[in-house]
């Protein structure tokens, strides 16, 4: 079985640092160290940390004096990641610990982002459709339920607008919420379950049909088969359209 390392890097405008990282390998005993046997929270705890660290010393931000709040902005993104790093107890809590602190930064340019290998990454769950952030609305892009339809608007899920959705759980840990870029970006994580400890999936949602007919829909969350992937290679650039020069 192949070593494992995790590692945090941390990539600044015009600067590039090394990934630090924690082995995950028993040399002595010739063994790869198990899951549970990593302790997630004092590993998120040393990582944010040490990106609050790296931070103070390298980015620019600290020294511009046209940007007076990012010290106070920093140390709020330290304490928002330390918030879930103390209660991290799986590879998906500190990844969210991780993200959490990145997301509070705000900054396009900076900030933290794990790279956990596949194997203590859990399985990606769905409910039978995959979404995408079109225009002003949450729309369906692909489907393997008869219920449900390319092109059909999430209005609310579980009693709550989409957009307030879309606010609280996934611009939490993802993107800008103030870049239209990110909505397109990042839109489609709102129906998919990467295992986030802090998150509860979605029970139910309601949507509305090109006609404007409504219809309501109890979520069945189940592993995304592998092959679903393929299927959405256009999702982030859009669907492949005629050429339409003569």
Same mark, same amino acid.
């Given at each position: 079985?192949?070593?494992?390392?995790?590692?945090?890097?941390?990539? *600044?405008?015009?600067?590039?640092?090394?990934?630090?990282?924690?082995?995950?390998?028993?040399?002595?005993?010739?063994?790869?160290?198990?899951?549970?046997?990593?302790?997630?929270?004092?590993?998120?705890?040393?990582?944010?940390?040490?990106?609050?660290?790296?931070?103070?010393?390298?980015?620019?931000?600290?020294?511009?004096?046209?940007?007076?709040?990012?010290?106070?902005?920093?140390?709020?993104?330290?304490?928002?990641?330390?918030?879930?790093?103390?209660?991290?107890?799986?590879?998906?809590?500190?990844?969210?610990?991780?993200?959490?602190?990145?997301?509070?930064?705000?900054?396009?340019?900076?900030?933290?982002?794990?790279?956990?290998?596949?194997?203590?990454?859990?399985?990606?769950?769905? @409910?039978?459709?995959?979404?995408?952030?079109?225009?002003?609305?949450?729309?369906?892009?692909?489907?393997?339920?008869?219920?449900?339809?390319?092109?059909?608007?999430?209005?609310?899920?579980?009693?709550?607008?989409?957009?307030?959705?879309?606010?609280?759980?996934?611009?939490?840990?993802?993107?800008?919420?103030?870049?239209?870029?990110?909505?397109?970006?990042?839109?489609?994580?709102?129906?998919?379950?990467?295992?986030? @400890? *802090?998150?509860?999936?979605?029970?139910?949602?309601?949507?509305?049909?090109?006609?404007?007919?409504?219809?309501?829909?109890?979520?069945?969350?189940?592993?995304?088969?592998?092959?679903?992937?393929?299927?959405?290679?256009?999702?982030?650039?859009?669907?492949?359209?005629?050429?339409?020069?003569?």
């Amino acid at each position: 079985m192949k070593r494992l390392t995790l590692y945090l890097s941390l990539i *600044f405008t015009a600067l590039n640092f090394g990934p630090f990282g924690v082995n995950l390998c028993r040399a002595d005993e010739g063994r790869t160290v198990t899951h549970s046997e990593i302790n997630w929270s004092e590993l998120a705890i040393k990582d944010v940390e040490a990106a609050y660290q790296l931070s103070v010393i390298n980015h620019p931000g600290m020294h511009d004096v046209r940007n007076p709040g990012f010290a106070k902005q920093l140390e709020k993104a330290k304490q928002e990641g330390l918030k879930l790093a103390v209660k991290a107890h799986s590879s998906q809590g500190f990844a969210a610990a991780i993200a959490r602190f990145r997301t509070v930064l705000q900054d396009g340019h900076a900030g933290a982002i794990d790279t956990l290998p596949s194997e203590l990454k859990p399985q990606r769950s769905w @409910p039978g459709f995959s979404t995408v952030w079109r225009g002003d609305a949450l729309k369906v892009y692909y489907s393997e339920l008869d219920t449900v339809a390319k092109g059909d608007k999430l209005v609310s899920c579980d009693n709550t607008a989409i957009n307030t959705l879309l606010v609280e759980r996934v611009f939490r840990y993802y993107g800008e919420v103030e870049q239209p870029g990110s909505w397109w970006n990042h839109g489609w994580r709102l129906t998919i379950d990467d295992g986030n @400890p *802090f998150l509860s999936p979605l029970e139910s949602c309601t949507f509305e049909k090109a006609d404007g007919s409504v219809y309501s829909l109890k979520l069945n969350w189940r592993i995304r088969p592998d092959d679903v992937s393929g299927k959405l290679k256009h999702a982030y650039n859009g669907d492949k359209l005629p050429i339409e020069l003569n």
